[in-house]
């Protein structure tokens, strides 16, 4: 997970992007003490508020932990993410200006 976000965050450094789409292919959610140590990866590899970051999820499962991580994040203050059931839903927030 760590080398997925550092490679994502310096593909956006090197192509001046801030808005980041993740669509998940997990078939399983990941564990708690993962979904916890997101914060952690994210600071250690430059994920701040400037990112505006829409996860969607593949099935119920993967979508009740992402709303872990989202809310997780939130509470921190550290990230402006959300997450969506749709590709459709997440790119509309992404684009948003707002």
Same mark, same amino acid.
């Given at each position: 997970?760590?080398?997925?976000?550092?490679?994502?965050? /310096?593909?956006?450094?090197?192509?001046?992007?801030?808005?980041?789409?993740?669509? #998940?292919? $997990?078939? +399983?959610?990941? *564990?708690?003490?993962?979904?916890y140590e997101t914060f952690s990866?994210?600071?250690?590899?430059g994920v701040t508020e400037k990112?505006?970051?829409?996860?969607? /999820?593949?099935?119920?499962?993967?979508?009740?932990?992402?709303?872990?991580?989202? #809310?997780? $994040?939130? +509470?921190?203050? *550290?990230?402006?993410?959300?997450?969506?059931?749709?590709?459709?839903?997440a790119r509309r927030w992404l684009?948003?200006?707002?």
């Amino acid at each position: 997970t760590y080398r997925m976000w550092e490679e994502i965050i /310096a593909s956006c450094e090197a192509n001046n992007c801030t808005r980041i789409l993740g669509i #998940s292919n $997990l078939q +399983n959610p990941m *564990s708690s003490s993962d979904a916890y140590e997101t914060f952690s990866i994210f600071e250690s590899v430059g994920v701040t508020e400037k990112y505006r970051i829409a996860w969607v /999820a593949g099935n119920s499962g993967v979508l009740e932990r992402l709303r872990v991580i989202e #809310s997780v $994040l939130r +509470n921190r203050g *550290s990230t402006n993410n959300r997450v969506f059931e749709s590709a459709t839903d997440a790119r509309r927030w992404l684009e948003n200006e707002d």
